[in-house]
């Protein structure tokens, strides 16, 4: 049966600024609520001290801002709860009621259940917006036939509403012909939560003012950007001020002192941003590796490289991953070196990729010819020690040298003796132990 829904499109007023057009961060905007309003983008850095604290989450990172201080919120979509009845009632739509949080510009979306009685077309929904501010759009589409079917409703808002208009405000969304509806409680993400949240008598503002989202809220008769100047005095503010010490350069000499505070240069690279107090600090100034700063494995923060994790180094080119450096025991660099940015470095006299070999070490054959006997024939002088000795080596039991020969081709054959003046034969091991193939049938002398 064919589904028929209205593809409703709200457009309650003339729309302030088109989102889809994507819009740059205000980087001069003087407060968390300006930077977010202006584009669904942006971003603002709660942590003091960041000279450009409007920008995309991305550029905030670059610039030094911690994840924990990076506001940026992008909505959220709550249900209260949904309805219970039988499925053969006459019409049911579930939730009952959706507590949204828009962010303008961020597109929410939310499925609904519609139920019908059976033989009865799916009705088309409708939304009642009539004290809804305008700029919210809303579009319904059939996402599955059912029974139950299912739409998902698609909300987005246009621009913050103005200050004189108050909410929570409610949307009923409710099939053509029936009385039962679904709920929208809406709210604007338009303020940032930080906005209430202060910080009387902050260091960051010179004991003299509340940090609050970063920025400082001077006292009466103080002002600067940290609170540092008495607004009645006579004394200008003059470069001293922008320097980090008496014989430092004004701005560390990447900007202009103005009113006692540095602004740091822009680069013609936008990426590259110099900040700090003094413009001493920069996300480009770090070490490279394949001509990428950090080796693309870490953030330049303040000339330094922050390493991602599972790297480290100077530059972050240096692999924290010990699987390379893996012996074929099982051990990292066969415990006999260290694994340093995924090579091994072997004590002498050992060598190769994972410090297994050792030319210079007795012959492998010879040295473990008493762990082998112990362990594959209960003899040897370690055959009452064999467990607590020879517990490195696993062995492997053929009946013949002739199998031995045939399934271990290109290994290592040993053919040693042992008390009786018999031969056996078996696979060397690696110089630190590990796997090796016994034959089970011996050549011995005449007579025994």
């Given at each position: 049966?064919?589904?028929?829904?209205?593809?409703?499109?709200?457009?309650?007023?003339?729309?302030?600024?088109?989102?889809?057009?994507?819009?740059?961060?205000?980087?001069?905007?003087?407060?968390?609520?300006?930077?977010?309003?202006?584009?669904?983008?942006?971003?603002?850095?709660?942590?003091?001290?960041?000279?450009?604290?409007?920008?995309?989450?991305?550029g905030l990172r670059r610039a030094g801002c911690r994840k924990s201080h990076i506001y940026s919120p992008q909505g959220e979509v709550k249900v209260e709860h949904s309805r219970r009845g039988p499925a053969d009632v006459v019409s049911a739509l579930q939730p009952e009621k959706l507590y949204l949080r828009l962010?303008?510009?961020?597109?929410?979306?939310?499925?609904?259940?519609?139920?019908?009685?059976?033989?009865?077309?799916?009705?088309?929904?409708?939304?009642?917006?009539?004290?809804?501010?305008?700029?919210?759009?809303?579009?319904?589409?059939?996402?599955?036939?059912?029974?139950?079917?299912?739409?998902?409703?698609?909300?987005?808002?246009?621009?913050?509403?103005?200050?004189?208009?108050?909410?929570?405000?409610?949307?009923?969304?409710?099939?053509?012909?029936?009385?039962?509806?679904?709920?929208?409680?809406?709210?604007?993400?338009?303020?940032?939560?930080?906005?209430?949240?202060?910080?009387?008598?902050?260091?960051?503002?010179?004991?003299?003012?509340?940090?609050?989202?970063?920025?400082?809220?001077?006292?009466?008769?103080?002002?600067?950007?940290?609170?540092?100047?008495?607004?009645?005095?006579?004394?200008?503010?003059?470069?001293?001020?922008?320097?980090?010490?008496?014989?430092?350069?004004?701005?560390?000499?990447?900007?202009?002192?103005?009113?006692?505070?540095?602004?740091?240069?822009?680069?013609?690279?936008?990426?590259?941003?110099?900040?700090?107090?003094?413009?001493?600090?920069?996300?480009?100034?770090?070490?490279?590796?394949?001509?990428?700063?950090?080796?693309?494995?870490?953030?330049?923060?303040?000339?330094?490289?922050?390493?991602?994790?599972?790297?480290?180094?100077?530059?972050?080119?240096?692999?924290?991953?010990?699987?390379?450096?893996?012996?074929?025991?099982?051990?990292?660099?066969?415990?006999?070196?260290?694994?340093?940015?995924?090579?091994?470095?072997?004590?002498?006299?050992?060598?190769?990729?994972?410090?297994?070999?050792?030319?210079?070490?007795q012959d492998t054959c010879m040295q473990h010819m008493e762990c082998v006997q112990c362990r594959a024939f209960g003899m040897g002088t370690k055959k009452d020690s064999c467990d607590q000795d020879c517990g490195h080596i696993s062995v492997e039991m053929v009946e013949t040298t002739e199998e031995l020969l045939k399934t271990e081709n290109g290994a290592k054959i040993c053919k040693m003796r042992d008390e009786n003046d018999c031969s056996f034969y078996y696979t060397a091991p690696?110089?630190?132990?590990?796997?090796?193939?016994?034959?089970?049938?011996?050549?011995?002398?005449?007579?025994?």
């Open positions: 049966m064919a589904i028929k829904l209205l593809c409703l499109c709200l457009l309650l007023a003339l729309l302030g600024p088109i989102w889809a057009k994507k819009q740059p961060c205000l980087a001069s905007a003087s407060s968390c609520d300006q930077c977010i309003q202006s584009s669904p983008e942006c971003a603002w850095c709660t942590a003091p001290g960041l000279s450009s604290r409007c920008q995309t989450s991305r962010r303008p510009g961020v597109k929410m979306s939310f499925p609904l259940m519609v139920t019908v009685q059976k033989g009865q077309p799916v009705p088309e929904l409708s939304a009642d917006t009539s004290n809804v501010p305008g700029g919210l759009n809303i579009t319904f589409m059939a996402t599955k036939t059912g029974p139950p079917a299912q739409v998902q409703v698609y909300v987005e808002a246009a621009r913050c509403p103005s200050d004189d208009e108050m909410g929570p405000w409610s949307v009923s969304i409710t099939p053509k012909g029936f009385s039962m509806s679904t709920t929208l409680e809406i709210t604007f993400e338009c303020q940032c939560g930080c906005v209430g949240i202060r910080e009387e008598n902050s260091a960051a503002c010179s004991g003299r003012g509340a940090l609050m989202c970063g920025r400082c809220d001077c006292y009466n008769s103080f002002s600067g950007k940290e609170c540092q100047r008495e607004s009645g005095s006579l004394v200008s503010p003059n470069e001293d001020y922008c320097r980090s010490d008496p014989d430092a350069l004004v701005c560390s000499g990447r900007g202009l002192c103005v009113e006692g505070f540095c602004e740091c240069e822009r680069r013609i690279n936008p990426a590259e941003i110099y900040s700090g107090r003094y413009c001493e600090c920069s996300n480009f100034d770090c070490e490279r590796s394949n001509n990428k700063i950090c080796a693309g494995h870490g953030l330049c923060t303040c000339g330094e490289c922050l390493c991602d994790e599972g790297w480290t180094g100077e530059d972050c080119s240096c692999s924290m991953d010990v699987n390379s450096c893996m012996a074929t025991n099982q051990k990292v660099c066969n415990d006999r070196g260290m694994c340093q940015c995924g090579t091994c470095v072997c004590m002498p006299p050992y060598a190769d990729p994972t410090c297994e070999s050792c030319p210079t070490c690696s110089s630190s132990g590990g796997q090796t193939t016994v034959a089970r049938s011996k050549e011995c002398p005449r007579g025994l």
